[in-house]
């Protein structure tokens, strides 16, 4: 009886191995499948993601190439600092009470002179210089510097007025057509001869403070002379010249007011291309080379010209004048 027991327990365990080793294959081949089409999905994921990432770094690669800023082109390697806007030196304050003796001084300045070539140069339109004449020009056509027409600064013109005064207007041309069926009409804008500005006028205003006991002197007017050859009338497009010269006063400029334009406007004086010298600098250090024609008289402000006989006696009566500004300074001393 108790091997019988026995028996029939071992058949009972081992058919329930059985079943247990049945059901854990299928569980296994189950399994296996599953890892194989998850695999699957793998694969194609992976594949998506890698044409979807060569599609993105293409997009990344053109905005780069749209994003890319060239270069600016320079003529010089120096790198230069910015400045946005460069301030005047400043004047002393002068009062009334101050000032015991004043005269105002016009002054001619040739700019063919070698000492005030860096006034007349460039003669062309560059990107970097500017001329004297240019940077006035320039001042009155951005509005920044109003021009005047005369020397007490009344009467104002426009930059297109100035331009006809240069001639360098926009003009009609008329030509007959060969069929006579009218006239063509073109237009030409002359360009501006920077060449013919050449002289300036200057007028300053010479006083002796007592506070400081020193001479001041401050510039009150610029004026740029165009000098041309007087044009034959003969017609409109003969370019045949007399030889009578003319000087042509342009117009003025208030100084203190175009201080600011000239102090940034950089001028090459021929020594050194790196020093930022302004025309503001080279007027407030008086770098320039000039002769007196008139000072303030009772005789309506004439020229010296107008009272002397010769060319001669007026060179001598302009260097006896500037003598005397400069003596006058140790005059006025008092002990």
């Not at 399994?31 to 993601?49: R, V």
């Not at 000098?227 to 342009?250: M, Y």
Request: glycine letters at 2%.
């Amino acid at each position: 009886m108790r091997k019988f027991i026995i028996f029939c327990i071992s058949i009972a365990l081992f058919l329930s191995f059985n079943a247990y080793a049945q059901d854990d294959s299928q569980n296994y081949n189950q399994t296996d499948d599953s890892s194989q089409q998850n695999s699957g999905y793998a694969q194609n994921e992976l594949t998506i993601g890698s044409s979807s990432e060569a599609e993105t770094t293409e997009e990344e690669a053109e905005e780069e190439a749209e994003e890319v800023k060239h270069m600016v082109p320079r003529t010089t390697f120096i790198k230069r600092a910015l400045v946005k806007e460069k301030k005047p030196m400043e004047y002393a304050e002068v009062s009334e009470e101050n000032v015991i003796w004043s005269e105002i001084v016009w002054r001619f300045i040739d700019s063919r002179e070698r000492i005030n070539n860096h006034l007349y140069y460039p003669t062309e339109e560059m990107n970097n210089r500017k001329s004297l004449a240019q940077a006035l020009i320039h001042g009155v056509r951005t509005k920044k510097i109003l021009a005047y027409d005369d020397e007490e600064f009344r009467t104002r013109i426009s930059y297109s007025q100035i331009m006809e005064r240069m001639d360098a207007k926009a003009k009609e041309i008329r030509e007959e057509k060969m069929d006579g069926s009218g006239d063509t009409v073109f237009v030409r804008k002359e360009p501006v001869d920077w060449k013919q500005i050449r002289e300036f006028y200057v007028k300053e205003e010479w006083f002796f403070d007592k506070k400081h006991s020193r001479m001041n002197v401050r510039i009150i007017g610029i004026c740029p002379i165009r000098v041309f050859s007087k044009k034959l009338n003969v017609s409109e497009d003969d370019d045949a010249a007399s030889g009578e010269e003319v000087r042509s006063a342009l117009f003025w400029v208030y100084f203190p007011e175009a201080r600011r334009v000239l102090a940034n406007t950089i001028c090459y004086t021929g020594k050194n291309q790196t020093a930022n010298i302004s025309f503001d600098d080279i007027f407030y250090k008086r770098y320039f080379s000039s002769k007196i024609i008139r000072v303030s008289n009772a005789s309506n402000d004439r020229r010296i010209e107008d009272y002397t006989s010769n060319g001669w006696e007026s060179v001598m009566e302009s260097e006896r004048i500037k003598n005397e500004l400069l003596k006058m300074e140790s005059d006025f001393w008092s002990f």
